[in-house]
């Protein structure tokens, strides 16, 4: 019978945002692994939930509207960066790795490098692209 289920695997990312240095000859990576479609759901509903109350409540200005989207952007990419990211060699400038499971953390990212890991983790769960057909099988990815 053919498998359906999504494996716990990793696959690493050169981060072309995050060049060597003179003391390691290796760029920025991180290892990442795709939302199960429970993750997916749970993240969706989420999201669905906050802007269901945004809509809901009434005489809201458009200010506090925009604010609130922009919320519910900021933690659905906390939520998929503390389930994508299973490690990565990225620190801060004292050389300390960061805690990316801490939405503070994630914060203090160059907006490049943040970018770069978002469009990676949005590729790599891009569950309604043609090419991403569940091949999830044979290469156990």
């Given at each position: 019978?053919?498998?359906?289920?999504?494996?716990?695997?990793?696959?690493?990312?050169?981060?072309?945002?995050?060049?060597?240095?003179?003391?390691?000859?290796?760029?920025?990576?991180?290892?990442?692994?795709?939302?199960?479609?429970?993750?997916?759901?749970?993240?969706?509903?989420?999201?669905?939930?906050?802007?269901?109350?945004?809509?809901?409540?009434?005489?809201?200005?458009?200010?506090?509207?925009?604010?609130?989207?922009?919320?519910?952007n900021v933690h659905a990419t906390s939520?998929?960066?503390?389930?994508?990211?299973?490690?990565?060699?990225?620190?801060?400038?004292?050389?300390?790795?960061?805690?990316?499971?801490?939405?503070?953390?994630?914060?203090?990212?160059?907006?490049?490098v943040g970018a770069e890991i978002q469009?990676?983790?949005?590729?790599?769960?891009?569950?309604?692209?043609?090419?991403?057909?569940?091949?999830?099988?044979?290469?156990?990815?």
């Amino acid at each position: 019978m053919p498998r359906a289920t999504v494996l716990k695997s990793t696959e690493r990312y050169s981060l072309k945002t995050v060049l060597p240095d003179e003391l390691d000859s290796e760029g920025g990576w991180v290892d990442l692994r795709r939302l199960s479609f429970r993750e997916k759901l749970e993240k969706d509903a989420e999201a669905m939930k906050m802007r269901f109350d945004m809509n809901s409540s009434n005489g809201k200005s458009t200010d506090n509207i925009n604010a609130e989207i922009a919320m519910i952007n900021v933690h659905a990419t906390s939520l998929e960066f503390v389930r994508c990211i299973v490690d990565h060699n990225l620190t801060d400038e004292n050389g300390v790795k960061l805690n990316l499971r801490d939405p503070m953390q994630i914060g203090l990212l160059d907006p490049r490098v943040g970018a770069e890991i978002q469009e990676l983790i949005a590729t790599m769960n891009d569950f309604e692209s043609e090419s991403k057909r569940s091949v999830v099988d044979a290469e156990g990815k």
